[in-house]
């Protein structure tokens, strides 16, 4: 290396041959002897890490536990998944949000079956030719299950690299996060780079978090320039939220003698936010009376008359920048009206379709009122 290409490496913050080995020593000891004990990372199968790392896209560990040990259980490999109807996927994701990667997850496995054997490709571009992958999920992927050397960016790796060598600035804005990846892959540990992926997630989630940081407890501290200049809190810079739209959603819960309800999944009573294009209770967007409103969708819609609702305590749902309301209307008819495509089922077991949070909350709200 010339002196020149020295300079722009060290401008770039790179770290010298001898600082990096130190590092990546420091940083895969501290994670090999703190690491949570999770399932993904007891067992390597590529599927179980493919189907993990869907799962952990914008969720948090908390979150996705038991729906992975579940979808699992039901999918055993990416035969069983491949082979399964979208509605069983779907039913084993609800709740979880973000229905698309389901969608994904499903149709990969196909292509995967298809074209691969049934194995997930080792191969980087063929793992991005494959729906629902990109380059954080093909790199974080390949190389945790087959230690292929691919750095893994993310948010949680963006800042820790960001806060290490004092990049100041928006992270996501296109040629800083270049930057940030020719970082990542320049540290990747090349001998455990499954591991090396890990440990930074893993700073990044439970020491070098977002807000207030613990530098005390840092293992790599002494390599930290945002620490040095007192900057941990300034990095990354803050970006500007998109503004929080607010939105009421009525929603009809029909109940018949029998306790059953009506699910439809049809666009004119559809939110693609909210329901995710999965079964839901009748709704509208609610503008004037949410009441009066509902009856004439009901009408013109499903030809019922003369309905009549009672209100229900409103509830907050919160998706992505929406503020959402939800207003529950329960009706107790003597005659579910037949739709065309929609789903009559008991009340109480609405999750054997699949069914969005917001659907869960609706019906729950119904219930409560039965069961008082
Ligand atoms: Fe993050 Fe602080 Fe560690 Fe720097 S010293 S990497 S800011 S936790």
Known sequence: MNR??????????????????????????WYRANRRDLPWRRDRHPYRV????IMLQQTRIAAVLPYYRRFLRRFPSVRALARAPIEDVLTQWSGLGYYSRARCLHRAAAKILALHAGTFPRDREAALKLPGIGNYTAAATLSIAYGVPLAALDGNVARVLARLRAIRGDLREP??????????????????????????MELGETVCTPRAPSCRACPVAKWCRARANSLAGAIPAVRRKRATKRVSIAAAIL?????????????????????????????????????????AHLRERFGADEIAFRALPPARHGVTYRNVTLLPF????????????????????????PVSSATRKLATAALTIFKS
């Open 4 to 29: 020149l290409q020295i300079r722009a490496g060290r401008a770039r913050g790179a770290f010298s041959d001898a600082e990096r080995a130190a590092f990546q020593a420091r940083l895969l000891a």
């Open 50 to 53: 493919w189907v993990a790392e």
């Open 175 to 200: 040629r800083r996060w270049r930057r940030l990846g020719s970082l990542a892959q320049h540290l990747l540990a090349p001998d455990a780079p499954g591991d090396w992926n890990q440990a930074l």
């Open 255 to 295: 109940r018949d003698p029998d306790g059953r309800t009506l699910l439809v999944r049809d666009p004119g009573a559809h939110d693609d936010v909210l329901f995710s294009r999965l079964w839901q209770f009748p709704a509208i967007e609610a503008r004037g009376d949410p009441m009066a409103q509902l009856a």
């Open 330 to 353: 329960l009706a107790c008819v003597t005659e579910l009206p037949r739709v065309r495509g929609g789903r009559i089922l008991p009340l109480a077991r609405i999750a054997e379709l």
